[in-house]
């Protein structure tokens, strides 16, 4: 198979599996719109805050294991057909995380408004390589701890995650992809960093402001306020 099509094809697919919004559902059984409370945002810090830490947990497992399985799917499919030693098929699976990032913040089906992608590019980023997820989870927490600021925590994670795409890959550590796959890897993690900062637009303008509202897990499903992570 032509690996261009094969990188559509993960694009595709992996946005299908985006479609998955675990954050409505959850919402829809509890009688709550979601669209129509707090931050208007369908992900996880919004169902935490608006429906509480259970609606929340599961919101957050949901969205990243939509992006795990579209990975992995891709994965199995094309593994045989591009092995190693290139490695070509964690490349691909980068471009299935991505088409799942997609289908979250962009469901076709709700005009293109959805989730801010946050826990997706978790999954993606556990998929592709668990200790890099490590590292971006145990910075997250830090600068969500000393910061109370879920958003810039989100953003600054993800831009982490690029970095450590680019030195893994250096010292060929973790990721296993090397050359011309691994200078496209970068710059995918880097477009996906660019994406989230994109989408946290509105946090990045009351943080400059000094209005967004810090994090508490005391005013989980409590709360119904402007910010919202994913």
Do not use: W
């Not at 709550?32 to 935490?48: A, F, H, P, Y």
């Not at 429906?51 to 593994?79: E, S």
């Not at 471009?95 to 997609?102: M, Q």
């Not at 996906?192 to 946090?203: D, E, M, P, T, V």
């Amino acid at each position: 198979m032509n690996f261009v099509l094969a990188r559509v094809l993960c694009v595709l697919g992996g946005y299908c599996f985006g479609l998955f919004e675990t954050g409505a559902i959850i919402a829809k059984k509890n009688n709550v719109d979601l669209r129509k409370e707090g931050s208007g945002n369908i992900g996880t810090t919004n169902s935490l805050r608006v429906m509480g830490v259970k609606a929340g947990a599961i919101t957050l497992l949901g969205d990243v294991l939509k992006c795990i399985i579209a990975m992995l799917l891709a994965m199995f499919i094309f593994r045989g057909m591009f092995p190693s030693p290139d490695n070509g098929y964690r490349l691909l699976m980068i471009y299935a995380g991505i088409g799942a990032i997609l289908g979250h913040d962009y469901p076709f089906y709700h005009h293109f408004k959805g989730g801010k992608g946050v826990a997706c590019v978790g999954g993606m980023i556990i998929a592709f390589s668990p200790v890099m997820a490590l590292v971006a989870l145990a910075f997250f927490v830090l600068i969500v701890y000393l910061t109370r600021y879920v958003s810039l925590g989100s953003m600054l994670a993800e831009i982490l995650a690029a970095v450590l795409v680019a030195v893994f890959g250096h010292y060929n550590v973790f990721i296993k992809l090397q050359g011309d796959y691994l200078i496209e890897a970068v710059v995918l993690f880097s477009l996906i960093a660019l994406l989230c900062i994109f989408q946290h637009r509105a946090n990045i303008g009351r943080l400059v402001k000094g209005e967004e509202n810090k994090f508490s897990f005391k005013s989980a499903g409590k709360k119904k306020e402007e910010d919202a992570a994913n």
